[in-house]
């Protein structure tokens, strides 16, 4: 199945290669495709959302754009989907913030572990587009922009053979991580080794235990069977890790101010209709990984996982002062949401 995703996946990169130069589907129809690439199934918030946007657009400008939602990583894992988008080859395509850090170092802020006192501050500092807006246009150079974020939940690990009640518990274990330079090291501070991979080979590399554990949100217990071979879930709420819509600098610095507006108004769509199914999908997920899949849920002291975390924050701060100004704020945010408490 793998191998044939695989094949179909370097077919159908190909066949957009040749046709990005064309901009058009066929001879016949002159509408511009709108190709956007993500790495969830299709009965995920993501995908729900995005086909909200795919309506929105072809209501608005149906004469001329026709928008192209490929689930499953059809394009590809999500650094091929951003190098896509970096050439124009898709449009857009969602990036988990973990990987978009080795494109662009501004995007390290929001990877730090226990970097938002509680998701309410996280949500309230995603929405701040005063702290968001000079992140988001800051990839130009880098040939795409961010165009709104989506909820990912909170990051936990998850293992085979044993609960993780403590940083102890993950000495000698091969946990994966995603493709970035900070969770590696976020590993290395918690005492376990990292294997960075791409998420759709995760699965196979739990059940032929490469690897001991993964780390993510409820959702890959399901979602993407995680849960049929991990049985073991622990609250640590390592990180919440926001995923990130981009879109192709040229496609979108071209679009006349009137198709903008409508895109734009697509873009808030998405963050909307994805979060209010995120919220939804999680108590589902949790309910069936207990139920169905026989995941046990344990809700660990978070202390000595944040203790053992605290170097990271300074080292990334001291190595890129230029995001300093947005920690700052995100602190703010979490002083006043730790009080409402
Ligand atoms: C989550 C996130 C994805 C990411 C994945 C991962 O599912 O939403 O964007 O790719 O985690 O761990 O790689």
Known sequence: ?????????TV?????????????SSSEDSKRIVRIGHNQSSSHPTHIALTEFEKY??????????VEVYPSELLGSQVDMVQLTQTGAIDFCVASNAILETFSKNYEIFNLPYLFANTDAY????DDESITDQLFKSTEKAGFE???????????????????????????L???????????EMMRLLGGSATPMGFGDVYTALQSKIIDGAENNELALTDNGHGD????????MHQMVPDILIGNFEFLSELPEDEKAIFEQGFKIVNSVEREEWTKAVEASKEKAEKEQGVQF???????????????????????????PIYDAIQEYNAMYSSAE
């Not at 159908?12 to 058009?24: D, E, N, P, Q, V």
């Not at 961010?146 to 000698?172: C, H, M, Q």
């Not at 071979?229 to 640590?236: E, I, L, T």
Request: include cysteine; glycine fraction near 4%; aromatic fraction near 10%.
């Open 57 to 66: 657009i072809e209501e608005n400008l149906g004469e001329k754009y026709d």
């Open 298 to 324: 344990s809700y660990p002291d978070q202390a000595p996982f944040v203790e053992a975390c605290k170097p990271l924050h300074q080292t990334v701060l001291e190595n890129n002062p230029a995001i300093q």
């Open 229 to 236: 071979v991990c049985k073991y879930y622990s609250y640590d």
């Open 146 to 172: 961010a165009v709104t974020w989506l909820d990912a939940g909170t990051r936990n690990f998850y293992t085979v053979d044993k609960p993780i009640e403590s940083p102890k518990d993950l000495k000698g």
């Open 123 to 126: 949500h309230a500092v995603m």
């Open 174 to 184: 091969k946990i994966r991580v995603q493709q970035s330079p900070t969770n590696v």
């Open 1 to 9: 199945m793998k191998k044939f995703k695989r094949i179909l996946s």
């Open 12 to 24: 159908l990169i190909a066949t957009l290669s040749l046709s990005m130069f064309s901009g058009c």
